[in-house]
């Protein structure tokens, strides 16, 4: 064989490593994104130890990375919204790499520009601590073929009735949110009146507490716009503490805090009638706890209505509210985000003036594939590391609007009302865990800013409230990850 021949079968074996080394590269970061490899995170923390050790004397024993990541994983292996699980519910519609397609329970389409609504069924592992006589599901909520919810239901053997796992929050971006709402809970100083129990009769009106049996009868109060069998609200009803979601999807985070803050009144606003039917219907929304309510309404009405029971001293200001709604372009709606907004004046009147918080949901459009690669392969773990990157770039499209969405809610709301003069507040973005959301967080109570005392601070306050609520999963992490000041 010639010198040139032997040269070129080199330079081919060469090329054949080379590809395949390049293709392990991407499989590990795939599987970084996908989460299909999430117990090797531990693993591959204990990798990066011997590392440092080899190059470190300082660290010959001991990785504080390593040791609070697998401190991580243990504390949430029992979280029954584990990413772990996420290979069981995420189908395989529009190319998802789940496991099945599911079963269809629910399809109808929507008269508010939600397209087809449909639910899928997908077979759960069961937890320990429930019944084992009971089914485990999934239910997946789908505007057409996205998702928008996943809850865990448990099914009575030959019954339709089901009852959603309150504790379960299966996306990564509702725990961010959830994380944040225990933050700004702790710093209200109202942590232990939201643990408290139920709230008081004799300060709630008797239409709040009413409850009618039927949770299928989804008739709207055109007086109030109140769901029929979620409790009818009144509005001279007051509470010292109130909590708002706007945009219910499945109602996985309106039934996670009214379940671990029963002293917590939870207010839930959706304008598509088909998406309360899929949820109270076949995503296990609870209709008979009795600090849960949900309105069929108009979520700008509703903010309107209330902030002038508010300013007339009829009705107590909120506490906190969170946004998780977008329209049929899957774009935030215009009442939330324009400057010149009635109703985001009207929210600056509805929320406490002291320490009302309000928490969005964005999609930040996440980081490119050779960024997130070169930061993988030179030791940022994603996922776990403090120094988190903020989640969305400036120079992007998605970047700017995250921005602008987030400095006009900093502008209208951090002021109070009337934009009188405060003493605290605080606006920043946190960036969320395997997926691409960031969630925008405006709070009069503290003000987190890029020093590592103010985040920390921030962060042990969502460790604490978490704790007490009993979370089931790590708030500390997530309520600082990638805190980027506005």
């Keep these: 064989m010639s010198r040139a021949t032997l040269g070129l079968v080199s330079l081919g074996r060469q090329l054949v490593i080379l590809k395949c080394r390049c293709s392990r590269a991407f499989a590990l970061y795939h599987c970084h994104v996908t989460a299909h490899c999430i117990a090797a995170v531990p693993a591959y923390a204990k990798r990066r130890c011997q590392l440092s050790a080899a190059s470190s004397a300082r660290t010959k024993s001991h990785c504080p990375q390593g040791d609070r990541l697998r401190a991580t994983a243990a504390a949430e292996e029992n979280d029954p919204g584990h990413w772990k699980y996420s290979p069981e519910w995420w189908g395989t519609q529009a190319g998802g790499w789940g496991h099945d397609s599911g079963t269809t329970v629910f399809a109808q389409g929507s008269h508010c520009g939600n397209g087809e609504v449909t639910v899928t069924a997908h077979i759960a592992s069961p937890l ?165 309510r949900l309105h069929t309404a108009d979520a700008a009405d509703y903010v309107l209505n209330l902030a002038s029971q508010v300013h007339k001293g009829l009705a107590d200001p909120l506490d906190i509210v969170f946004i998780d709604a977008f329209d049929g372009n899957d774009d935030v709606p215009n009442c939330f985000c324009d400057p010149d907004s009635e109703v985001l004046e009207a929210l600056a009147t509805a929320l406490h003036p002291v320490h009302g918080s309000l928490i969005m949901n964005l999609h930040g459009g996440g980081i490119p594939t050779s960024t997130a690669l070169l930061a993988l392969f030179s030791g940022w773990l994603p996922f776990s590391s403090k120094q988190e990157s903020s989640g969305y770039h400036h120079s992007t499209d998605k970047g700017q609007a995250v921005l602008q969405i987030a400095s006009t809610l900093r502008d209208k709301l951090s002021a109070g009302p009337h934009h009188q003069q405060r003493v605290n507040g605080g606006a920043f973005t946190l960036s969320v865990a395997r997926q691409t959301n960031i969630a925008v967080v405006i709070t009069r109570a503290a003000k987190p800013d890029s020093t590592s005392s103010s985040v920390e601070s921030f962060a042990k306050s969502a460790e604490q409230a978490g704790t007490a609520a009993g979370y089931l999963f790590e708030a500390s992490t997530r309520a600082q990850r990638g805190l980027s000041r506005i």
């Design 128 to 292: 320990s601590d429930l019944d084992s006589a009971e089914q485990q599901q999934w239910r997946v909520l789908r505007f057409n073929d996205t998702r928008q919810s996943v809850s865990r239901v448990a099914v009575q053997p030959n019954s339709h009735i089901l009852h959603a796992t309150a504790d379960c929050l299966a996306f990564e971006y509702l725990k961010t949110m959830a994380s944040a709402g225990a933050a700004v809970i702790g710093l209200t100083g109202k942590l232990d009146a939201c643990l408290s129990g139920l709230p008081s009769l004799a300060t709630t009106s008797t239409a709040t507490l009413r409850f009618q049996p039927n949770p299928l009868e989804q008739r709207v109060d055109k007086g109030r716009g109140v769901t029929p069998g979620l409790g009818a609200s009144d509005t001279r009803h007051h509470t010292s503490c109130r909590a708002l979601c706007i945009g219910l999807g499945g109602g996985s985070l309106p039934n996670f805090l009214s379940h671990h803050f029963p002293g917590l009144v939870v207010d839930a606003v959706e304008l598509d009638p088909t998406v309360v039917t899929a949820a109270t219907q076949c995503m296990g929304l609870p209709y008979s706890r009795s600090n849960l």
